[in-house]
């Protein structure tokens, strides 16, 4: 079997995250491909679960050494990568890596593995309900959710680029959805004992 990727890309807030635990939580031979990352730890993040936290000395270091298949600065400041050993450590476990990352990123990774990647785009409703999700989420600014927003409509110009495009106007609809493309692609037909469909 050859190594694939799984890509899940989407501007802040449309939902990725959650298709993505969904996903896992489903099926143990998909893996969650940490990033790496310069912003400080959120409350309950562990390092190495949910990020690899580093200094943006450390990060530029691993920029130098090619040690990234793609990194970016999503913020003034702050990087986001994601660690070749990192895809290699989930390959290793005989798992497909699911990222979880930028738009930027999602472009780079497909590019670098054009046959064996799959690439997600979820698509917000609209970018009114993306503002709204953001400032429930009570962890935004009135400016973090304005600069999120601006760069959602930016983002949204990019779905073209991606294999598959999935509107997310129900989270449980856009999960099946997510979830009935990704088994097209790894074959999870013929081995549904395997994976508990």
């Not at 580093?54 to 913020?75: Q, T």
């Not at 070749?84 to 990774?109: C, F, N, Q, Y």
């Not at 989420?137 to 598959?164: D, L, P, Q």
Request: charged share 25%.
């Amino acid at each position: 079997m050859s190594n694939k990727i799984i890509i899940i890309t989407a501007p802040s807030g449309a939902g990725k995250t959650s298709i993505t635990h969904y996903l896992l939580n489903k099926y143990p031979l998909l893996s969650f491909s940490v990033s790496a990352a310069t912003r400080e730890a959120r409350a309950m993040e562990r390092e190495g679960v949910d990020y690899y936290f580093m200094s943006v000395e450390a990060f530029k270091e691993k920029i130098k050494e090619n040690a990234f298949i793609e990194w970016e600065m999503v913020y003034e400041g702050k990087y986001y990568g994601t660690l070749k050993s990192e895809i290699e450590r989930i390959w290793d476990e005989g798992k497909t890596p699911m990222l979880d990352i930028d738009i930027k990123g999602a472009i780079h990774v497909q590019q670098q593995f054009p046959d064996n990647s799959l690439s997600i785009f979820i698509e917000p409703p609209s970018v009114a309900e993306l503002k709204k999700r953001l400032e429930s989420r009570g962890t935004e600014t009135a400016e973090t959710v304005a600069t999120r927003i601006n760069k959602a409509g930016y983002e949204i110009s990019f779905k073209e680029h991606f294999n598959v495009c999935i509107v997310n106007d129900n989270l449980q609809n856009a999960c099946f959805e997510t979830e009935k493309v990704i088994g097209n692609f790894l074959d999870w037909t013929d081995t549904d004992d395997e994976y508990g469909i």
